[in-house]
């Protein structure tokens, strides 16, 4: 194992961040057997050092490439009771405000792997939720970067990564930054085929992506395998639903988009998805005039 | 099953410190003498035991005291014996030995006091589990449960054993509440994922499906969802539910298959739990009863998972179900019906060729295969009839005659095959495409009668039956009959023999469409016959009041003269006598009127033609469609001519026009107007009639008498003698033109434009046609004259996109325009281009079909006898070359292709002499045509023939004669025939 670097430095050295208050953290460097594991007083970071010690003039400090995970003490910060019922409210926006005000303390630290990953990715999904798409590519960054230094520790578990990418693509979509978000297309693979297995995230964001580029029959194949093979997973199977109800919509076949709707509104009720579906209802003749009003014109061109 | 109950050490615990305040202390491991020490000292030594858990040396004591103390009537002696009996009981519990502790706990509730009266009758309760008495159960719990001082812990623990006990007495409804009780106050994970278990099959069992999923929504994430026997009790509910059909039941049913998990996922996590439970087993410090607990629990698991391997493979099933229940016609949801339907093919379907091995096992191994295969099967067949309801009709297509292909190369039949084509077939039938379903005539000619097997015989007669509307729709009227024919007459297994006990519902639809087909063949008596057959075999069938119809229209057609047509005349009137709702009846009006024009006044009828007239005028007033009506209505007009009553041809049609209103054909009708008017030399009037004909109907483009009055109207200007009155008509058009431009009438403008270009002559023509098809890009300001000439030029052009846009927008919007031809000429045009010679046959027959043997459609045959050439189907090619040598409106335009055609074709049957004939025919008789390409031809199969006959000098010869021929090699040909004669020096040379 690589030796940990633990650098002691003088006092009245110059550095940032003096005066924060330190924040109480369990650190856990390395990995396997060799790991090892402190609680300490973390003051900062600087000069590419996470620093630790009594106090500012006396400290120590970690490479960051060292430390495979910190565990933050977040309960007087953020109230995982109040966020679960601010969550059954769908009050997100107030849960965004609980969540960046808990964080606050450690933004300092927000880029290292710690316990702060599930609210990060919290906030990279609601921040997409509301609409505000920029910010919840901040968020979905900062756990997902795909120019990260291989040689650092991941900055959270496989399946919030994974998570993180996705937001991260819906979000550049939603930005129209197609180059952007091709480019993660590429790198994640999500472009290519979709195997039955595929995981739901990764067939729910391609057919977002076929989607956007109006190939609908070939973005409801995937959207429908999500419905169908990955429906223990709420996370993408109801977005998916709503997604196969608009593409339904988009290839005319208005009964079957109705009907998914009216399932979505029976199975979820009082979830977004079923405002979605109920929006998208109440668009339907709309958009089966449309739809009738294209054919004619097709018909007409042939 | 039995559960911990919260709550009952701390009562023990009370108990004991009662016991300490007369107790003295215990010492060393050994069992002391209880005979020689005081009641104090054994029950110090108790307690010290019960502190200690060693729960088998605190029997003997506690006996000790219970012996000591109950022949005792002091108060505290009674209550001492009432605890030590209680305490006893317990640690009989904690050792396993219910029966024991039940009889200690009887002999409390038969004794005074009993301040632990609720904690006795629980412990009651608790012990039928072990007798599996659940109805004691209910009984001492409830107990309990009335009791107003009941403990929040009373209440969790007598809840959770009354809802057991209604769970175990499959007493489901009665067993909800009680568990959600214990589920909401259970502090042990243990015991609330058994509870949410519990409810959930409660659930199910009792069909309380909204608040099923309402609940598996709440404990998805907890391990509820891996118990087998809940998954197995949510399939086998699905199961039920998806049998009962309906809506509302199949929506139950997919939430349900949607929850079931597969095998392996559940056989593993039961595994981890088992080693989990075997770990605590075999851990230090359990009292027997947990240990007892815990082995039970390792049983039950064991049971699970046994059920489980014995069950088939559910998965493919289930996913089969989920895909039938999404792509159910009362849920539509065809795309998720076909990606189930497609892993479920992907995971079992196995290829023909690989098929061979699995028919000879015979073993246990080859039976679940066979299932695997046969839910592959249905799960491909599924996929594509998914992709049908989807409109992805080429990859339901590709997927269909893969599995066709890959069946016939393996020289046998496959499960599905029939299925797939009654589904293709069918399909194509529906979207009018008639070339391919006669293009799946050979894998249905493929497929065994299969006597012994009635479902697979009725599938064959359906496909034969399909293959013949297809023939019938493209008016290949004699393979239509023949398709028919199959089972009309008896239909025959492979040796020949007939069927006897095959009933072909659609038999009697089959019959009278044979008769259709050869009535369309003009065979007529055949006809007859089927007409007839239908009507004594099907007196109440669909079609009865049409047979009678057909029936007097053969009779018609039959009758060499006017007296023989009296059969069919009372045909008619019988229909209209007896079938008043009949949608024929206006043409049998009709068709009476036709044959009652054609009679001479007699003395028993008189007036002829006035009963000809009431029958068209009946025609009209009955007709359910404009199209119904403009016949009688035209015949009635034709009629009025041979009598020239012009008056009457006016109020004929103003009634036809008052009856249709803008349905009608109008302009048709101001066309007749006109005539008449023209005959009464008001050509002014009928100049007018013409004028306001075409203004007022003239921007409707389905107004097809427009085109008409516009190519009758170009007549009467040209025919106009007096110079200043054509000039002013001429001007007046102009004027139309400008005022449509400024009214924005695109059609009519279009239509002036086209009257305009016809008056001024060729080029003006030809240039309005270059204008058409390089400015209008939005067809639906076309109209049958425009379109006539763009279908041209794009022939002429050689453009195969524009051919078929515009014909394919022309017959679809104007099929009844006398013009349409153009337009088939313009799709036959590009079909050869793009070498799809059976699309090629069907738009002939269609054409043919609306116009007959006119001069404007010999083209249509050459073109079929050209499609037949290329299909290898050399006799039919000849037969339809013939057919233009002997239809004389087609002879004089197309002899020299015919000739020349019928000469190659000859030669590829190897008839070389015959051929030879033909082609000598061809540069005698037809040099003329096409600038002498066809005799250059001829002279070059002429030489053919004779090389195959072995007479290579004659060939020679010919082929010099060619070269020789002063009419092919002027000046004038000469471009046309080079590569010909480029061939023939060739040859010489060689």
């Known amino acids: 194992m ?13 550095w940032a961040g003096a005066g924060a208050a330190p924040v109480k953290a369990i650190v856990v460097l390395g990995s396997g057997v060799n790991s090892s594991q402190q609680t300490v007083d973390l003051r900062g970071y600087s000069n590419g050092q996470v620093w630790y010690g009594p106090s500012d003039v006396s400290r120590f400090g970690f490479h960051p490439r060292d430390i495979t995970r910190i565990t933050f003490d977040t309960r007087e910060d953020i109230d995982e009771k109040l966020v679960e019922e601010l969550r059954v409210k769908r009050s997100y926006n107030e849960i965004i405000a609980h969540l960046e005000e808990g964080l606050a303390p450690f933004k300092e630290y927000d880029f290292l792997p710690s316990n702060l990953s599930s609210y990060q990715y919290m906030l990279a999904e609601l921040y997409y939720k509301v609409g505000q798409y920029e910010k919840s590519l901040v968020y979905s960054r900062m756990l997902a970067n795909p120019d990260r230094d291989p040689a650092w520790p991941a900055r959270c578990d496989e399946k919030i990564e994974r998570g993180a990418y996705a937001y991260q693509g819906l979000a550049l979509m939603e930005l129209k930054r197609t180059e952007e978000a091709e480019a993660l297309f590429a790198l994640r693979g999500w472009t290519k085929d979709m195997s039955d297995d595929a995981l739901a995230e990764d067939l729910y964001i391609t057919a977002k992506f076929l989607t956007m580029k109006e190939d609908y029959a070939a973005a409801i194949e995937l959207a429908a395998k999500v419905v169908v093979f990955s429906s223990d997973d709420p996370q993408w199977l109801r977005p998916a639903e709503v997604l196969c109800a608009q593409l339904y919509a988009n290839l005319g076949l208005f009964d079957s988009s109705e009907e998914v709707i009216r399932e979505i509104l029976l199975m979820y009720p009082n979830t977004d998805e079923a405002d979605e579906a109920d929006r998208l209802m109440a668009e339907m003749d709309a958009l089966r005039d449309a739809w009738n009003i294209m054919m004619e014109e097709k018909e007409s061109k042939n | 099953m039995r559960f911990f109950q919260r709550g009952c050490i701390r009562s023990v615990s009370f108990f004991v410190v009662a016991l300490f305040v007369f107790c003295g202390t215990a010492n060393g491991q050994k069992a002391p003498n209880f005979d020689t020490m005081s009641v104090t000292e054994i029950y110090e030594y108790a307690r010290q035991m019960l502190e200690r858990r060693d729960y088998a040396r605190a029997v003997e ?230 240990i007892k607990e815990y082995e039970r629990e390792v049983e039950n698991l064991d049971a699970s998972i046994e059920q489980l391997n014995n069950m088939d493979p559910y998965e493919d099933h289930v996913d089969l179900s989920i895909g039938e229940i999404y792509a159910s016609e009362e849920i539509k949801r065809y795309w998720e019906g076909y990606v189930a339907f497609k892993r479920v093919f992907d995971r079992c379907y196995i290829p023909a060729d690989e098929r061979e091995e699995f028919d000879e096992e015979e073993d246990e191994a080859a039976e679940a295969k066979e299932l695997k295969i046969k839910i592959g099967e249905a799960g491909g067949y599924y996929a594509a009839a998914a992709l049908y309801n989807l409109n992805e009709f080429d990859r339901a297509e590709q997927r269909i005659m893969d599995y066709l292909n890959e069946w016939n190369n393996a020289g046998r039949e496959g499960m599905f095959q029939r299925e797939y084509l009654l589904l293709m077939i069918g399909n194509n039938l529906n979207r009018s495409n008639f070339g391919a379903v006669i293009s799946l005539r050979k894998y249905i000619e493929g497929l065994e009668i299969s006597a012994a097997d009635p479902n697979k015989r009725m599938a064959k007669a359906n496909l034969y039956y399909m293959l013949g509307l297809a023939y019938l729709q493209t008016q290949q009227n004699a393979e239509a009959c023949e398709q028919f024919g199959v089972f009309v007459d008896g239909l025959c297994d492979e040796s020949g023999y007939v069927v006897e006990d095959f009933d072909f519902p659609n038999r009697s639809y089959a019959l009278y469409y044979r008769g259709m087909g050869y009535m369309l063949q003009g065979k007529f008596a055949e006809a007859l016959s089927d007409f007839e057959q239908y009507l004594d075999e099907y007196e109440e069938g669909d079609l009865v009041d049409e047979a009678i119809f057909r029936k007097g229209v053969c009779q018609y057609a039959l009758s060499e003269t006017v007296e023989d ?99 009608a054909d109008l302009a048709e009708a101001q066309y007749w107007i006109g005539q008449a008017y023209l005959r009464q030399d008001e050509v002014e009037k009928a100049f007018n009639a013409y004028m306001g004909a075409i203004a007022d109907y003239g921007n409707f483009p389905g107004q097809l008498g427009v085109d008409k009055i516009i190519m009758e109207m170009v007549g009467l200007v040209e025919s106009q003698k007096d110079a200043s009155t054509r000039n002013s008509w001429i001007q007046l058009v102009r004027l139309k033109l400008d005022d449509a431009r400024s009214a924005n009438m695109e059609v009519l403008a279009l239509r002036w434009q086209l ?104 083209w249509s045959q050459i073109s079929k006898a050209n499609a ?74 002429a030489a053919d023939c004779l090389v195959e006959q072995g007479e290579s000098a004659q060939a020679q010869s010919i082929l010099q004669e060619m070269m020789a021929d002063q009419y092919l090699n002027s000046e004038e040909r000469a471009p046309f025939i080079a590569e010909y004669i480029q061939k023939a020096e060739q040859r010489l040379q060689k």
Not at chain 2, 257 to 279: D, G, T
Not at chain 2, 587 to 616: C, F, N, W
Not at chain 2, 631 to 641: I, L, T, V
Not at chain 2, 822 to 831: D, G, S
Request: proline residues 3%; negative net charge; charged residues 25%.
């Open chain 1, 2 to 14: 690589k030796k940990v670097l633990l650098s002691l430095v003088l006092s009245g050295a110059a």
């Open chain 2, 755 to 858: 009257t305009r270009a016809l008056l001024q002559g060729e080029e003006s023509l030809k240039s309005f046609s270059d204008l058409l098809v390089s400015t209008v890009n939005d067809l639906t300001v076309t109209s049958p004259g425009p379109l006539y000439l763009m279908c041209d030029a794009a022939v002429e052009a050689g453009d195969l996109e524009k051919m078929t846009n515009y014909a394919n927008y022309f017959i679809s919007n104007f099929e009844e325009s006398d013009l349409v031809w153009h337009a088939y000429r313009a799709r036959v045009t590009a079909q050869m281009e793009l070498k799809q010679y059976e699309d090629v046959l069907v738009s002939v027959g269609a054409v043919q079909n609306l116009f007959g043997p006119v001069p404007e459609v010999g």
């Open chain 2, 565 to 663: 047509t009296k059969g069919a005349e009372e045909t008619f009137t019988y229909l209209i006598d007896n079938y008043e709702q009949s949608s024929v009846r206006s043409e049998a009006y009709s068709m009476r009127g036709d044959i009652r024009v054609a009679k001479e006044p007699t003395e028993k009828g008189p007036h002829p033609l006035d009963l000809a007239q009431e029958d068209y005028d009946a025609a009209i007033k009955t007709s359910n469609t404009p199209l119904q009506a403009l016949y009688p209505a035209k015949r009635s007009a034709e009629a009025y001519q041979l009598e020239s009553k012009w008056d009457e041809i006016i109020a004929r049609m103003e009634q036809y026009k008052a009856k249709w209103g803008v349905q």
């Open chain 2, 868 to 941: 037949l050439d290329q299909l290898g189907r050399s006799q039919e090619a000849e037969e339809a070359f013939k057919t233009i040598s002997s239809v004389p409106q087609w002879r004089n335009e197309y002899m020299g292709e015919a000739y020349c055609g019928i000469g190659r074709t000859l030669f590829q049957q190897g008839e070389f002499a015959q051929a030879l004939g033909w082609y000598k025919r061809t540069y005698m008789q037809c040099k003329a045509y096409d600038n002498g390409i066809w005799a250059a031809m001829a002279y070059l199969g």
């Open chain 2, 61 to 290: 004591p506690l006996q000790a005291v219970i012996d000591e103390l109950k022949a005792l009537t002091g108060d505290n002696e009674k209550q001492t014996t009432q605890e030590c009996r209680l305490e006893l009981a317990r640690v009989y519990y904690q050792l396993g030995q219910t029966d024991e502790g039940v009889a200690l706990v009887e002999e409390y509730m038969e004794n005074d006091p009993r301040p632990n009266e609720r904690l006795a009758l629980r412990m009651m309760a608790q012990a039928f589990f072990e007798t599996e008495d659940w109805d004691k159960i209910i009984e001492y719990a409830s107990r309990i449960r009335s009791d107003p001082e009941m403990t929040p812990d009373d209440e969790y623990n007598m809840n959770l054993l009354i809802g057991q006990a209604y769970f175990l007495k499959e007493m489901w409804e009665e067993s909800i509440d009680p568990l959600l009780y214990a589920e909401r106050n259970a502090d042990d994970d243990r015991v609330r994922q058994k509870c949410q278990i519990m409810v959930a099959r409660a659930l199910v069992e009792t069909e309380n499906w909204s608040n099923l999923f309402a609940w598996v929504r709440r404990v998805e994430s907890s391990d509820c969802r891996y118990d087998i026997t809940l998954n197995i009790t949510m399939m086998l509910g699905a199961e039920g539910l998806y049998a009962s059909g309906g809506k509302d039941n199949l929506l139950n049913a997919l939430y349900l298959y949607r929850m079931v998990l597969p095998r392996e996922e559940l056989i593993s996590f039961s595994e981890k739990k088992k080693a989990e439970l075997q770990r605590k087993i075999n851990g230090v410090e359990l009292q027997p009863f947990e």
